[in-house]
């Protein structure tokens, strides 16, 4: 039984390692994951190493192909737009909801002690994206929280593999976090002015700007990371309205 208990406790250790490789772009879309090599990595046998891609199968992160191999599974650029476009219509009426219900100044400094350490992060000689994400996240997870929508945000966190790594790939890429934090900072401000009139746009601009910052990167730099949408006319001429 002990002997079981630890396979199991390697095999999530395996696990929360390669997910977290993988959504930090450490392990590149596309890239082969080599089972004997996480075996000398972690010192185990395949047995956990196969559970372990087993389970990063079934949230999407990897790719198993009998008899060729395992590779982290490319960005599904349909996902991510619509993945967006989804953000947009519920974090728009989840803000103008919050709005409604009047935060009180104690409220208010949650976020805009955020949009601080935001500001303070952005002053280190190096930015840790890593930490930018997880207040980034922090953020958006407040008002949600606050307008009694948690379990939505917990269902968009668990549907948004593709569109976390793309947000990766913006925050390597580009690394504009002054952009990302001015747009908080934009929309916090909006929620402390009881200005319900500029959320969508607000949101719409902020939840795009990756799109707009990656550019044709995206299809020309990085295009074996992706899977290319199948209407891309119809998505850029969408997106259009909020790069103006």
Same mark, same amino acid.
């Given at each position: 039984?002990?002997?079981?208990?630890?396979?199991?406790?390697?095999?999530?250790?395996?696990?929360?390692?390669?997910?977290?490789?993988?959504?930090?772009?450490?392990?590149?879309?596309? $890239?082969?994951?080599?089972?004997? !090599?996480?075996?000398? #990595?972690?010192?185990?046998? @395949?047995?956990?190493? #196969?559970?372990?891609? #087993?389970?990063?199968? %079934?949230?999407?992160?990897?790719?198993?192909?009998?008899? &060729?191999?395992?590779?982290?599974?490319?960005?599904?650029?349909?996902?991510?737009? $619509?993945?967006?476009?989804?953000?947009?219509?519920?974090?728009?009426?989840?803000?103008? %909801?919050?709005?409604?219900?009047?935060?009180?100044?104690?409220?208010?400094? !949650?976020?805009?002690?955020?949009?601080?350490?935001?500001?303070?992060?952005?002053?280190?000689?190096?930015?840790? &994206?890593?930490?930018?994400?997880?207040?980034?996240?922090?953020?958006?997870?407040?008002?949600?929280?606050?307008?009694?929508? *948690?379990?939505?945000?917990?269902?968009?966190?668990?549907?948004?593999?593709?569109?976390? @790594?793309?947000?990766?790939?913006?925050?390597?890429?580009?690394?504009?976090?002054? !952009?990302?934090?001015? %747009?908080?900072?934009?929309?916090?401000?909006? /929620? #402390?002015?009881?200005?319900? !009139? *500029?959320?969508?746009?607000?949101?719409?601009?902020?939840?795009?700007?990756?799109?707009?910052?990656?550019?044709?990167? /995206?299809?020309?730099?990085?295009?074996?990371?992706?899977?290319?949408?199948?209407?891309?006319?119809?998505?850029?001429?969408?997106?259009?309205?909020? &790069?103006?």
């Amino acid at each position: 039984m002990k002997s079981n208990n630890s396979s199991t406790d390697t095999g999530s250790l395996i696990f929360e390692t390669l997910k977290n490789e993988l959504l930090e772009l450490r392990i590149k879309p596309g $890239q082969e994951i080599s089972e004997s !090599e996480l075996c000398g #990595r972690f010192a185990v046998t @395949r047995p956990p190493v #196969r559970a372990a891609l #087993r389970r990063l199968s %079934d949230i999407g992160l990897v790719e198993i192909r009998p008899y &060729y191999g395992t590779y982290a599974t490319l960005l599904n650029m349909d996902k991510i737009y $619509q993945i967006i476009h989804m953000r947009i219509l519920v974090e728009t009426k989840v803000i103008q %909801d919050y709005i409604a219900s009047n935060p009180d100044d104690f409220e208010l400094e !949650e976020l805009e002690h955020n949009i601080r350490l935001q500001t303070i992060l952005l002053e280190q000689p190096q930015v840790d &994206y890593t930490k930018f994400y997880n207040l980034d996240n922090s953020l958006h997870s407040t008002w949600f929280g606050k307008a009694h929508c *948690s379990d939505i945000w917990d269902i968009i966190q668990s549907q948004k593999i593709e569109y976390t @790594r793309f947000r990766m790939l913006d925050f390597v890429v580009t690394m504009k976090f002054q !952009e990302m934090m001015d %747009d908080h900072a934009k929309i916090v401000s909006a /929620i #402390r002015k009881k200005d319900s !009139e *500029s959320i969508p746009s607000l949101v719409g601009i902020h939840l795009n700007n990756g799109l707009k910052r990656m550019g044709n990167k /995206i299809f020309t730099e990085y295009k074996e990371y992706i899977i290319p949408p199948k209407d891309t006319e119809y998505w850029t001429e969408y997106n259009s309205k909020y &790069y103006k």
